[in-house]
């Protein structure tokens, strides 16, 4: 029978993941529309200005989103989670504090400046406003998963009357495990962002051919957006992936639990197998991962179960293993698929003008395979992080607000699920809607900004 912390658990996993289906997006998309204004600026090429205008209202959309859905994750802190708050809030207080007042505050001033901007400000200081927005937009990723990665790794720190009290700021936000982790959920955000717009272009060629035939102009400005999109792609994949390494080495020494949990590993084994899909296996391959040395020995689940078992006393510490099994592979085989896809996008493309009608169409799967890999990826993440909230110091269990009923949080988590399926729809037909009407061709902005006066002061140009 559930209680109240298993109806918590959901409510704060299902609102996370719907919340993260827009952070990358917005991450990667963001620098991406920065580029395409970047392009357009150097080149003057009007393609470049209208695919700006373009992606960035879906851009927009998103990053709309992103904010409204965000907003619910701290209110679950004081509601369903008072425990873990009193618990890590003097250590949390300062990269939230720098993540709201600086890397938000930036993106949502320069991205406000961005938008009204049009026709308004000079072309370079226009221009410098996209890029503010997208560093604050990385910045506040930043921020955020250095907090997230002192959970899975606490360090500059102590524990006084129960709580754990910060000791040093640089030590959080450079904590071994943030400096893996934050390259790895960036490049995979990019890998995302990428994925979307290799998409939408495939969709609009598709379209296009089909409804008229394409005018010149079309052909190069889709080409243009989606080789950009299919590099971008590509040398994000590259990134995830070394930086995959550098984690799998880092669960090795801090979370051997997830790693062989990942891996299905019940005993401690000297030269242990990766094991690709039950059954299948590559000998030797996880030791040298772990560790650089196909011989080392890699921890077991039950042979961790028991050790914690005595430093901790008595419980189950290990996480659902079928979950974080098979999220790992997951993870694995839709984001190598998208890279993959990426690669050969850019092989078809390379010397042709038009992109193969087949491939536009199978353009179409990088929208599900690199977000379904960023979620499974955060399942792995913080599911196999249980049973701890902060590792080895605040257990789940002990994390939840005593005073909370499972008919409030039954309550709580069926509006948020009534709600967020609402905004989904939203969503949906709002992207759905402008993706298939396709882009409007803008007039050319003129270099700097004309005097305002008389009348026009109160017709302010928007961007779109």
């Given at each position: 029978?559930?209680?109240?912390?298993?109806?918590?658990?959901?409510?704060?996993?299902?609102?996370?993941?719907?919340?993260?289906?827009?952070v990358p997006l917005t991450i990667g998309l963001g620098v991406f529309v920065a580029g395409l204004q970047t392009a357009w600026h150097r080149t003057g090429k009007e393609h470049y200005l209208t695919l700006t205008k373009f992606f960035g209202k879906l851009f927009l959309i998103n990053f709309a989103m992103g904010v409204v859905t965000g907003i619910v994750q701290e209110f679950q802190f004081?509601?369903?989670?008072?425990?873990?708050?009193?618990?890590?809030?003097?250590?949390?207080?300062?990269?939230?504090?720098?993540?709201?007042?600086?890397?938000?505050?930036?993106?949502?001033?320069?991205?406000?400046?961005?938008?009204?901007?049009?026709?308004?400000?000079?072309?370079?200081?226009?221009?410098?406003?996209?890029?503010?927005?997208?560093?604050?937009?990385?910045?506040?990723?930043?921020?955020?998963?250095?907090?997230?990665?002192?959970?899975?790794?606490?360090?500059?720190?102590?524990?006084?009357?129960?709580?754990?009290?910060?000791?040093?700021?640089?030590?959080?936000?450079?904590?071994?495990?943030?400096?893996?982790?934050?390259?790895?959920?960036?490049?995979?955000?990019?890998?995302?962002?990428?994925?979307?717009?290799?998409?939408?272009?495939?969709?609009?060629?598709?379209?296009?051919?089909?409804?008229?035939?394409?005018?010149?102009?079309?052909?190069?400005?889709?080409?243009?957006?989606?080789?950009?999109?299919?590099?971008?792609?590509?040398?994000?994949?590259?990134?995830?992936?070394?930086?995959?390494?550098?984690?799998?080495?880092?669960?090795?020494?801090?979370?051997?639990?997830?790693?062989?949990?990942?891996?299905?590993?019940?005993?401690?084994?000297?030269?242990?197998?990766?094991?690709?899909?039950?059954?299948?296996?590559?000998?030797?391959?996880?030791?040298?991962?772990?560790?650089?040395?196909?011989?080392?020995?890699?921890?077991?689940?039950?042979?961790?179960?028991?050790?914690?078992?005595?430093?901790?006393?008595?419980?189950?510490?290990?996480?659902?293993?079928?979950?974080?099994?098979?999220?790992?592979?997951?993870?694995?085989?839709?984001?190598?698929?998208?890279?993959?896809?990426?690669?050969?996008?850019?092989?078809?493309?390379?010397?042709?003008?038009?992109?193969?009608?087949?491939?536009?169409?199978?353009?179409?799967?990088?929208?599900?395979?690199?977000?379904?890999?960023?979620?499974?990826?955060?399942?792995?993440?913080?599911?196999?992080?249980?049973?701890?909230?902060?590792?080895?110091?605040?257990?789940?269990?002990?994390?939840?607000?005593?005073?909370?009923?499972?008919?409030?949080?039954?309550?709580?988590?069926?509006?948020f699920t009534v709600l967020y399926g609402a905004l989904a729809v939203g969503e949906g037909v709002l992207l759905v809607k402008y993706v298939r009407k396709g882009p409007d061709v803008p007039q050319p902005a003129p270099a700097d900004p004309e005097p305002v006066t008389g009348e026009s002061r109160l017709q302010p140009t928007l961007m779109y």
């Amino acid at each position: 029978m559930m209680d109240a912390l298993d109806l918590a658990r959901w409510q704060f996993g299902v609102t996370t993941v719907y919340h993260f289906l827009f952070v990358p997006l917005t991450i990667g998309l963001g620098v991406f529309v920065a580029g395409l204004q970047t392009a357009w600026h150097r080149t003057g090429k009007e393609h470049y200005l209208t695919l700006t205008k373009f992606f960035g209202k879906l851009f927009l959309i998103n990053f709309a989103m992103g904010v409204v859905t965000g907003i619910v994750q701290e209110f679950q802190f004081g509601m369903n989670w008072s425990e873990y708050s009193t618990f890590v809030g003097d250590v949390f207080g300062a990269p939230l504090a720098l993540e709201a007042l600086l890397a938000f505050f930036m993106e949502s001033t320069f991205l406000g400046l961005w938008i009204f901007g049009w026709g308004r400000l000079p072309k370079r200081v226009h221009l410098a406003t996209i890029w503010a927005a997208a560093i604050g937009s990385n910045l506040s990723a930043y921020f955020i998963l250095a907090a997230n990665a002192w959970m899975k790794h606490p360090v500059g720190y102590e524990v006084v009357d129960g709580r754990a009290r910060m000791t040093d700021l640089w030590a959080v936000l450079t904590n071994s495990t943030a400096l893996a982790q934050v390259p790895h959920v960036i490049g995979a955000a990019f890998v995302v962002a990428g994925g979307f717009v290799i998409a939408v272009c495939g969709y609009r060629i598709v379209k296009e051919r089909r409804a008229r035939g394409f005018r010149g102009g079309d052909a190069v400005m889709w080409r243009s957006g989606m080789r950009a999109a299919l590099l971008m792609t590509a040398v994000a994949g590259v990134i995830v992936a070394g930086t995959g390494d550098m984690s799998a080495k880092l669960l090795h020494e801090q979370q051997p639990m997830k790693l062989a949990a990942a891996e299905g590993l019940e005993r401690d084994t000297a030269g242990a197998p990766f094991s690709v899909v039950p059954g299948i296996e590559i000998p030797q391959l996880l030791s040298f991962l772990a560790t650089n040395d196909p011989n080392a020995t890699v921890a077991g689940t039950e042979d961790l179960q028991a050790r914690f078992e005595k430093e901790f006393g008595p419980g189950d510490y290990r996480p659902n293993l079928p979950v974080v099994f098979w999220s790992f592979r997951v993870m694995i085989v839709f984001g190598l698929s998208t890279v993959a896809l990426s690669v050969l996008g850019l092989w078809l493309t390379r010397r042709r003008r038009e992109v193969p009608g087949w491939f536009a169409r199978a353009c179409l799967l990088a929208l599900p395979l690199p977000t379904l890999a960023m979620v499974a990826g955060w399942l792995l993440s913080e599911i196999g992080r249980q049973p701890w909230t902060v590792a080895g110091e605040l257990l789940t269990a002990a994390s939840v607000s005593p005073g909370v009923t499972l008919t409030e949080v039954a309550v709580s988590l069926t509006i948020f699920t009534v709600l967020y399926g609402a905004l989904a729809v939203g969503e949906g037909v709002l992207l759905v809607k402008y993706v298939r009407k396709g882009p409007d061709v803008p007039q050319p902005a003129p270099a700097d900004p004309e005097p305002v006066t008389g009348e026009s002061r109160l017709q302010p140009t928007l961007m779109y």
